[in-house]
């Protein structure tokens, strides 16, 4: 004790002012009349000084206990994005600094690898620092100048606007994307969008998100576009024009906790609804869909380990537009009955497809396998709904952007009918002589209160008229599976072994008249099968070498006219295509083939391979899928392209340093196996990333290739993105101007 008045303490000193600053020093002052407090330290060492936000270290601490303020010398302040250090820092308030001679850095190094300077700052709150004549600085050389900046420090989630990106490039010129983020509580927060582009147009967006349990959750996300330079269709005309999209997408899950006999309660809700799903690809360069599909549902669930009981309705609906060219037979008869003022220089097919299917109730039962008495196992799928369904179809043709002709495909198709639907599966399994032989039989039970027309009835199945219009039938499916005893061989050392094993199964689903009856999904067509399938799988494992493949073919009795075009081949009556899976691992290598042959010619139908090699930060990939144009049109599958090719590859130049490059591949001509001159790229893109110790970068170039309105296009762009720790990522694409031609290939 000095006097009276004043106090000194000397040593290890601890301090608490208020419970909300936390002091350690060597030497504290504290004057008791004039309410002040002066902390230093010897010469070589700082004193640190805690608060809720920060740490701070400083050579002496002065500070008034009256009305909290202060200053300190030679200050470093520690947040959790980096460091602050100033030559004097002034406290004027509870979480107020005001600092001279600032730098900024989230590198720990002695030297650090890049900072910001500013003549003055500020730290608001604890939340963010003002600055003023900021100058960024990478190694001590500096690179740019800002009169003025805002940055966020707080460790935990903040209401407040995100730092604004600007963009450029040749397509869509100058841009600009400010995001406002609101903090609601820990586990509830919305972010808004408006996202501008000059020669582009504008999307508001909002994303908003509410944990309100860790199994109860609420997400929605919504967009509305203001799209320039979009094709529109008007006065039968396709012109380009400006066009108002949005898109609407909620998920709302709910769970509950409590338990009523054994039963669980959860609850999910969707809606999924817009003009169309292009909005993320124009202007977040992002899309997911081959169609507009919107998916509108809500689901009431109680679930036991037994049994799954469910309430929903859902509301679909598709959209699909196909482009192709016109054949020349097709234009030079469209031409000769409708003959234009010039020549034709494009011409494009347009078939449009609307399908719209709700189910308004549905309630279904689906049980686990249960024993029965020790005889056999057993289990359920039950439902009743109520179904509409809706379905038009159009053909447009238009020559030279102009419409030409329009045809009603199907004018409406529409159905409305009351459904039951019950399955169950009764199986057993028996084990004699290390051979096991299952066997099992599907009773299927289905009512429809609307059918299309009268029918014949098969033999194969029970089936009667009721209530008028409406019908029920009534018929069984059964299978048989025998495996035969695995043969394996182990050296003495454990070192190789090699495991073999044939299998015997038979199917049989009836066939029997299905027409008059409506097709909405997969519960409403029994495809018919008698098949007789044959497989061999073969295991070989070494210490270094793991060889799986596996044989099977399928002998089906009825005719090709009956198989399901999903498993039959193109030529052969009864065969089904020979099916081969094949996997080899050697690390690091990795390599998967699967393919279809047939037997009348022994084409190859589909191949699909893969290859990876993985060593360290070393990963290259290749696929690789061919399909026989035969095959695409027997299985109207979507694709009328034989080869596709995908190849990746990230190779490690340095330590810090990787090379990525990713390429997709298709081409048209017929081969097995494609001329490389022929190939055409979807996508390039190769990108160098630099992952430093506080900051990094990765440059690039992109291409890609994609149909508008049955346009092709093609678009390529430079690719910049740098990131500094705790300020972000800044990204952006310069793109060179669009190709763009007419459908013509």
């Known amino acids: 004790m000095l006097d009276a008045d004043r106090v000194s303490f000397r040593g290890e000193v601890e301090v608490w002012v208020d419970e909300k600053l936390h002091l350690w020093a060597d030497v504290v002052d504290v004057d008791k009349k004039a309410q002040t407090l002066h902390a230093r330290v010897q010469p070589g060492s700082f004193l640190k000084i805690e608060n809720n936000d920060f740490i701070i270290l400083a050579e002496q601490f002065y500070l008034n206990l009256l009305d909290k303020t202060g200053y300190a010398e030679q200050v470093r302040f520690h947040v959790d994005e980096g460091y602050l250090a100033a030559d004097r820092a002034e406290k004027y308030g509870e979480n107020e600094w005001r600092m001279i001679d600032m730098v900024y850095t989230p590198c720990d190094a002695y030297h650090a690898h890049w900072n910001l300077s500013a003549d003055s700052a500020e730290v608001r709150g604890g939340y963010f620092i003002k600055a003023c004549n900021i100058v960024f600085k990478i190694g001590g050389i500096p690179v740019f100048y800002l009169p003025r900046m805002v940055f966020p420090i707080q460790g935990r989630s903040k209401s407040g606007f995100l730092i604004p990106r600007f963009y450029f490039d040749y397509v869509y010129g100058f841009g600009f994307k400010q995001e406002y983020y609101k903090y609601f509580s820990s586990h509830c927060d919305t972010t808004l969008a408006v996202d501008w582009r000059d020669k582009r147009g504008l999307v508001v967006s909002d994303e908003f998100r509410w944990a309100c349990a860790p199994e109860n959750f609420l997400h929605f996300k919504g967009h509305y576009a203001i799209a320039r330079d979009s094709f529109v269709l008007k006065k039968d005309k396709i012109f380009k024009a400006t066009d108002h999209r949005y898109w609407i997408q909620a998920t709302d899950f709910r769970s509950s906790s409590s338990v009523i006999n054994n039963m669980l309660f959860a609850s999910l809700t969707r809606l999924d609804f817009g003009t169309d799903k292009k909005i993320g690809y124009h202007f977040f360069n992002t899309t997911d869909d081959v169609d507009d599909q919107f998916y ?308 190859l139908l589909q191949s699909e391979i893969s290859a990876s090699f993985v060593r360290k930060k070393m990963i290259i990939s290749a696929g690789y899928l061919f399909q026989r144009s035969e095959l695409q049109v027997e299985r109207a599958l979507l694709s009328n392209i034989p080869h596709f090719l995908t190849f990746s590859a990230t190779i490690p130049l340095t330590r810090q340093t990787t090379l990525c490059y990713d390429v997709q591949f298709y081409a048209e001509n017929r081969p097995y196996f494609f001329e490389f001159s022929t190939i055409r790229p979807l996508l390039h893109r190769v990108r160098l990333d630099y992952n430093g110790h506080c900051w990094g970068f990765y440059c690039g170039f992109e291409e890609k290739k994609y149909r508008e309105s049955g346009n092709w296009k093609r678009e390529c762009a430079m690719v910049l993105c740098v990131r500094l720790d705790s300020l972000g990522s800044f990204a952006q694409k310069f793109r060179q101007p669009q190709i763009m031609r007419m459908n013509s290939d």
Request: glycine share 4%; charged share 20%.
């Open 296 to 603: 509108n549902s809500g689901h009431l669930r109680l679930f036991s380990p037994k049994n799954h009981l469910e309430l929903s309705v859902a509301d679909e609906k598709t959209s699909r537009r196909r482009f192709s060219p016109l054949m020349p037979d097709q234009l030079e008869q469209l031409t000769s009955q409708q003959p234009i003022g010039v020549g034709v220089t494009s011409s494009t097919q347009e078939l449009e497809d609307r399908v719209g299917l709700t189910y308004l109730p549905r309630f279904e039962w689906n049980s686990a396998y249960a024993i029965w008495k020790n005889i056999f196992s057993y289990r359920h799928d039950f439902f009743v709904d109520q179904v509409t369904y809706r379905q038009y179809e159009y053909e447009k043709i238009f020559l030279n952007g102009l419409l030409a002709q329009e045809n009603i495909l199907i004018p409406q198709a529409k159905a409305d009918l009351l459904r039951a639907h019950y399955r169950a599966d009764l199986r057993e399994s028996f084990s004699l002589y290390d051979n096991t032989l299952s066997l099992w039989v599907n009773p299927h039970f289905q009512f429809r209160s609307n059918q299309k027309q009268d029918v014949q009835y098969s033999k194969n199945v029970f089936e009667r008229r009721v209530l008028g219009y409406g019908g029920f039938r009534f018929f069984l499916t059964y299978g048989a599976e025998w495996a035969l005893p695995e043969w394996s061989m182990m050296s003495e050392n454990g070192s190789y072994t090699h495991f073999l094993q044939p299998l015997f199964r038979w199917e049989l689903s009836p066939k029997f008249q299905q027409d008059h009856w409506y097709y909405f999904d997969r519960w409403d067509r029994q495809y018919p099968a008698n098949q007789l399938v044959f497989a061999l799988r073969n295991s070989v494992i070494t210490p270094k070498l793991a060889l799986d493949w596996q044989l099977s073919q399928s002998y089906d009795f009825y005719g090709r006219s009956d198989i399901f075009f999903l498993r039959r081949g193109t030529l052969d009556k009864h065969l089904l295509p020979l099916s081969f899976d094949c996997s080899l691992s050697f690390n690091p290598l990795t390599i998967a083939a699967t393919q279809e042959y047939e037997w009348r010619n022994g084409r």
